[in-house]
């Protein structure tokens, strides 16, 4: 659930160095947990999530590998295998709608699903049926925005303005809080 809470792992991989080199594009760079066709999954899955507009989308932000990362460092098992059970289940419905995976689905078969699984995910009640969508969505979320591209061209940085204490009140109308 983002917005009311980030899981744990979330929020420990967000401090993590180890995370944060996960976002170089470095050549070397090779995931320890997906495999390359979950890896493609999950890219997939992202950039619909945070698609490439006038901004960088999330595949370009590298998230894909911010998830392997957190998978890998800041996961236990058991909620690493539900994640991977999870995205298991993606590919399973794509292809027995689709007759293929989804990454070699067409951009409109992706969407269909994924606004399926979205509507399935929020609706009430349906709260463990969700759980790798929502979960999904807000590792997109968390790695896009605090990727460099995420933090820098999508997000504009709004410092504090300069300290003024000796404003007149006449010039506010009024006490703010």
């Known amino acids: 659930m983002l917005g009311g809470a980030i899981s744990a792992p979330t929020v420990a991989g967000v401090f993590s160095t180890a995370t944060r080199r996960a976002w170089a594009a ?4 090779a995931p320890r947990t997906l495999s390359p066709a979950q890896l493609e999954l999950v890219a997939t899955l992202a950039e619909h999530i ?3 507009t006038e901004t960088p989308g999330a595949r370009a932000a590298g998230v894909h590998r911010f998830v392997d990362t957190l998978l890998t ?3 236990a098992a058991a909620e690493r295998d539900r ?5 298991a289940g993606v590919d399973t419905q794509a292809r027995s709608r689709y007759g293929k995976p989804l990454v070699q689905s067409t951009t409109e078969q992706q969407l269909a699903l994924l606004r399926e699984l979205d509507a399935a995910a929020y609706t009430a009640g349906r709260g463990e049926d969700g759980w790798f969508f929502r979960r999904m969505k807000e590792l997109t979320l968390v790695g896009y925005y605090t990727s460099e591209i995420g933090a ?3 997000l504009h940085a709004s410092p504090f303005g300069t300290y003024r204490g000796d404003i007149p009140y006449s010039s506010v109308g009024r006490a703010w809080a």
Do not use: I, K, R, T
Request: aromatic share 16%; no cysteine.
């Open 83 to 87: 994640f991977l059970a999870g995205l």
């Open 73 to 75: 460092d800041h996961y």
């Open 152 to 154: 820098m061209q999508e």
């Open 26 to 29: 470095s050549p070397a760079w």
């Open 50 to 52: 945070v698609p490439q």
